[in-house]
């Protein structure tokens, strides 16, 4: 019902910036919040962040608080993550969800593709 399509990823080196985007289309009016999770192989999928729609209130894993920012754009249905001082254990496979606002991946129901963010030392 919801269609999510993330952007952004790529190959930097460790202490770089870089902004990861989220289109979202389809029911997009039975979207609570908003959220960002990571996976490497092997490994679980990991909450980043979330947003909530209805006033923006925002939740951050330990391990990127204060470098990486949640933020949305009501008019355009995007959603953007902006990370900042990245270090080699932020490489993995991240993911747009929508759903509930939580830590909780099984809280979102629906997910986007994935995009690649590496970062080398």
């Known amino acids: 019902q919801v269609q999510l399509v993330e952007s952004g990823g790529g190959l930097v080196q460790a202490g770089d910036s870089l902004r990861l985007s989220c289109a979202a289309s389809?029911?997009?009016?039975?979207?609570?919040?908003m959220g960002w999770f990571r996976q490497v192989p092997g490994k679980a999928r990991e909450f980043v962040a979330a947003?909530?729609?209805?006033?923006?209130?925002?939740i951050y894993a330990d391990s990127v608080k204060g470098r990486f920012t949640i933020s949305r754009d009501r008019a355009k249905n995007t959603v953007a993550l902006q990370m900042m001082s990245l270090k080699p254990d932020d490489t993995a496979v991240y993911y747009c969800?929508?759903?509930?606002?939580?830590?909780?991946?099984?809280?979102?129901?629906?997910w986007g593709q994935g995009t690649q963010v590496t970062v080398s030392s």
């Open positions: 947003i909530r729609w209805s006033d923006d209130l925002t």
């Open positions: 389809g029911r997009t009016s039975s979207l609570y919040a």
């Open positions: 969800a929508g759903g509930r606002y939580s830590r909780n991946p099984a809280d979102y129901g629906s």
